[in-house]
């Protein structure tokens, strides 16, 4: 089998910043799932962008997002990622503190912008940084406890959440936000690309309570477009202790070894990937003796595939036929005997 080419190449802006600036932007450099970069975001004029509240398109282009501008494939095996022109940049935007903290105004820099930031530079930002969250909890309690005043007496009584979402854990796609859901209605499990394995007790303890104690309506496994956990797996290189994570996507190729190479498209054959991905998590879902039971006393949960749109923040329904699923997969996984 023809190997693909890797596509983890460090730019050489990265390799020249300077160690403290390497370290502020560790998360970007060093991240594996982090693969296609717009080089355009180190100009000057797309800092001051960046600087900014984010757009969707800003979403679509940043850290894990898809590239606009993939670079053709020469090589003929189909399992395979372009490589040349992915590049990566340090993180962007000005370091103010002359306006009210927000998420995207914080950046690693120098006071001084001909000079890498200085320790006290350093200091500063993990301060302030840190200090923002309990600066922005503080606010959203007050605002709970004003528009409610017996709010947070219901959110100390328990949990009856409808729903359990299993999702990426890429900073993007915050499950309550993008839904509308409120403290209380989804318990939430989120990994790098949104896996279900029966050999996780994590996951397999999530859905089990949720399931069996929680009694949650619908299980969601919502991927999305652009996944650098799905990209990553398309890459032929030893990743260390992502490799049996990532393992459980290359498989999801093997299945579908011949759809995906159909697809002469790079892109979009990463986004079928994304699709299937989410349809054999799906399958693990209903495999697990606590869904199928609950389902044949309680008729739920049902189980759903969702995919995430960075380009315009909506939400596919994949339509998976919940019922001929689990009816398929009892053929060999039928567990609804108890011992
Ligand atoms: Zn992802």
Request: hydrophobic fraction near 35%.
């Amino acid at each position: 089998m023809l190997l693909p080419r890797l596509i983890f190449a460090p730019s050489p802006s990265l390799r020249s910043i300077t160690r403290v600036a390497a370290t502020a932007s560790r998360p970007f450099a060093s991240d594996p799932l982090c693969i296609a970069r717009s080089s355009s975001s180190s100009s000057s004029s797309s800092r001051s962008k960046s600087a900014q509240a984010p757009t969707l398109a800003r979403l679509a282009s940043s850290c894990c997002g898809s590239s606009t501008s993939t670079p053709p494939s020469n090589n003929p095996h189909k399992y395979q990622t372009p490589s040349s022109s992915f590049t990566t940049t340090t993180p962007t935007a000005n370091y103010s503190t002359s306006s009210p903290p927000s998420p995207f105004t914080f950046k690693m820099s120098s006071s001084d912008n001909n000079k890498p930031p200085s320790a006290e530079d350093v200091s500063k930002y993990l301060r302030e940084t840190h200090d923002r969250l309990f600066d922005n909890n503080r606010a959203w309690a007050a605002e709970k406890a004003e528009r409610d005043p017996g709010y947070f007496a219901k959110l100390s009584a328990g949990q009856s959440p409808e729903y359990l979402w299993i999702g990426c854990s890429d900073s993007r796609i915050p499950a309550e936000q993008i839904t509308g859901l409120e403290p209380g209605e989804a318990f939430i499990h989120r990994n790098i690309a949104n896996l279900v394995c029966n050999t996780d007790l994590n996951v397999m303890s999530v859905i089990n309570y949720a399931v069996r104690h929680l009694g949650v309506k619908h299980i969601i496994v919502c991927g999305h477009y652009g996944c650098g956990g799905v990209k990553a797996a398309m890459t032929p290189k030893d990743l260390g202790l992502l490799n049996p994570w990532l393992r459980n996507i290359r498989d999801v190729y093997r299945l579908h070894e011949k759809e995906l190479d159909a697809i002469p498209d790079e892109e979009q054959r990463y986004n079928r990937l994304v699709e299937l991905n989410v349809e054999e998590q799906c399958r693990n879902i209903v495999k697990t003796a606590a869904v199928q039971q609950s389902y044949a006393k309680n008729q739920f949960p049902v189980v759903h595939g969702w995919v995430f749109g960075f380009h315009d923040g909506l939400l596919k329904d994949l339509k998976i036929d919940f019922q001929a699923m689990l009816k398929n997969i009892q053929k060999i996984y039928n567990l609804t005997e108890a011992e």
